[in-house]
Each structure stands twice: as C-alpha cells, then as structure tokens.
C-alpha cells in the first residue's frame, strides 16, 4: 500500500508541474525578446535557489552529506540551465503552443536515455502510446498544416528548442542514477547553486548589458513568475516525482503541456491557434491516458 501511495504522489506531483510549466511557455513568449535568455535564466536560477535555500534551512538543515560530490550538482546543474537558455533562444521565434509541443518529444527521448542510463525497459503498450503522444506533437507543431508536414518545414525556433528538450531528456534519468538518498529540497539547492554559476560565467557579458531598473514591468513578472512557480515548485516536484516513477512515465504528463499552455494562451488574451491543431493536442491526452492506464495496469498485475 505504501508503493502505491509514493506512486500517486508522484502522478500528483507531475500533474501540479505540467500545469506550472505551461505558463512559462506563455509568459517566456512574452518576454523572450525583452531581456538575452542567458540574463534572464541567471536571475531565475539565482531567485529560485534563495527561495529553495530558505526552505532547505527552515526544515532539514545545510548538511555536509547531502552535497557530497558536488559534480553530480554541476552535471544537472549544467544540463538545466543550457535547457533553459535553449528554451528562450527558441521562444524568441516559435509560438508557446508549438513549442509547448516540442516539449511533449522529452518522454520518448528520456524512455531511450531512461533505458541507456537505468536499464528502465519500455513496455510495447508505453511505446504505443509514446509514439501516438510525439504524433500529436508533431502534428501541433505543423500548426496543424498538413502541406507543412509533407514539406516538414519546421521553424527555427522549434529546432533550437528541441535541442534543449534532448537536455532535458538526459537530465530526467539522471537525477536517479545521480541521487545517493538526499531529500528533493537539498537535492535540488545543489542543483540550482551549480546552475546559477555555469549561467554566471556563460552569461557574464549578457548580465552586464541589461539595464535591469528600465525594464518592462512583463519582464519581471515573468522572472518571478519563472523563479517562484517555474522552477523552485517544478523542480523540486520533478526530483520528487522522479525518485517515485520511471522516467518516461514521468516525463508523460509534458503531453498536457499543449492544452495547459492554450488555456494559458485565451486566459492572457491571445489568439487561441487553429482548430485542426487540436487533434494533436487531443492525441497527446489519449497518450497520456494511455500511459496512466498501462501503469495502473502494471500495479493490478503486481498485486
């Protein structure tokens, strides 16, 4: 009962994180041409890992044992904060919605890095369902064109985008395979330390140039926005949900990214993309549902 129990916390965990990464695909959008992503990213990482930091104080504590091998925090560290300047560079071009979708690729690729790294094997009825949740990505991404996908015109900002979301991909696995026991909150401190300083050192002559006090109020709303509810909440319910379920399973619930992201994209007052484009957003909830169900089946054949 207690295995299950860990395993619904970590479906909770991951539905409450596709729902709060949605908006940064909204708001990202508004201000990735405002500030250099590099910039913008460092000061997110360095808010989120204030806020984390408090946190990790007020209940357990800086303990030497949580940050022993400080390489494993620089590797994620590395790997997240490329993502994210990755994800800015490519929100400067392509629309939240079809970038949203490329995201909803992250769980076929970290099922293959989930099996490189873990040795995690993928079920035929996962991959099913893997493969008809990165059909709807595909065909969101398209912008529900048929003419584009025969052509397969993708944009700029969706390829640099997916490069991150390859990051993103080798990440997920390896925070299992990198975690030695320590709680999500330190965990994830060390992680958003080692960030902020590879940004820092990427991002020094970004940094620099901005001229913070000037900038448009949108700006640091969706800093804060980024800092506070994309990144200290996600991250630390991506390491929770990640020590409790496999990585593609995890990685599963990014196919509500799309729809979270155009209930995002009407709530702000922007144009809600074309009709056709939701048969993809559709087929990402069916692959979702699916994965759910083959996990619940998995549980009633252990049981």
């Excluded at 997920?172 to 060390?190: C, D």
């Excluded at 996600?234 to 949900?241: D, E, G, H, S």
């Excluded at 509500?256 to 009407?266: A, G, K, Q, Y």
Aim: charged share 10%; aromatic share 12%.
């Amino acid at each position: 009962m207690a295995a299950v129990s860990e395993a619904l916390r970590g479906h909770l965990a991951m539905l409450a994180f596709s729902a709060l990464v949605a908006g940064s695909f909204s708001l990202g959008g508004m201000v990735a041409n405002e500030i250099a992503p590099a910039a913008l990213n460092a000061a997110r990482f360095l808010i989120a890992a204030a806020i984390i930091g408090l946190a990790v104080l007020a209940t357990r504590g800086i303990r030497r044992e949580d940050y022993k091998a400080p390489w494993r925090f620089a590797v994620l560290g590395g790997l997240f904060a490329a993502y994210f300047v990755l994800m800015f560079y490519g929100l400067q071009s392509a629309a939240p919605v079809s970038a949203a979708a490329v995201f909803t690729l992250v769980p076929v690729m970290s099922a293959v890095f989930g099996w490189l790294l873990l040795r995690q094997i993928t079920s035929g009825w996962m991959a099913l369902a893997l493969s008809i949740g990165a059909a709807g990505a595909v065909w969101v991404i398209v912008r529900g064109d048929f003419d584009v996908l025969m052509t397969f015109e993708i944009g700029k900002g969706e390829i640099i985008y997916f490069w991150g979301c390859v990051l993103h991909a080798v990440y997920t696995p390896l925070v299992r395979r990198l975690n030695r026991g320590e709680p999500a909150l330190p965990f994830t401190f060390g992680m958003l330390i080692a960030g902020a300083a590879v940004l820092l050192v990427f991002g020094w002559g970004d940094i620099m140039a901005t001229s913070w006090l000037s900038l448009p109020w949108i700006v640091w709303t969706g800093l804060f926005y980024l800092a506070v509810c994309a990144s200290s909440a996600t991250f630390v319910l991506l390491q929770y949900a990640t020590l409790r379920l496999p990585s593609a399973k995890v990685m599963a619930y990014t196919y509500l990214t799309p729809s979270w992201v155009i209930l995002w994209e009407i709530a702000l007052g922007h144009t809600a993309p074309p009709g056709l484009v939701l048969i993809g957003v559709a087929m990402s909830v069916i692959a979702l549902v699916m994965l759910l169900e083959g996990a619940a089946k998995a549980q009633r054949a252990g049981a």
